[in-house]
């Protein structure tokens, strides 16, 4: 029986914690959750031993069951490029850090 993407992405969900995400509508999130899910198959295919390189874009699911473990890594894998993808946002960079945390100031004082 295959796994639908969906499953991996409702796992993936549970686990943000920025709700903002959560609050775009369903069909610009499963775009993203796509793009995160396809990297994080490229990531573990070489580990997985179920052929995770074989699915279907259009019915959005891979041709073969995935076990719960191989559910959980690829979830963990959106999560990481999810996170990541924030991290390097500059505006957030930015909104943090300021001109403090460039100058160095003598420890005596």
Known sequence: M???FSVVYDRA?????????????????????????????????HS???DITKYDLELEQFDNELDNEMVEILAMGILYYWLSANAMNKELFKNRIHSSDYNSYSPAN
Do not use: N, R
Not at 17 to 29: A, R
Not at 30 to 44: G, N, R
């Open 2 to 4: 295959p796994t639908k």
């Open 13 to 45: 969900v549970f686990k943000f914690k920025d709700y903002s995400f959560l609050k775009i509508g369903d069909k610009p999130k499963e775009q993203v959750l796509k793009h995160y899910l396809l990297s994080a198959i490229s990531d573990f295919q």
């Open 48 to 50: 997985c031993s179920v």
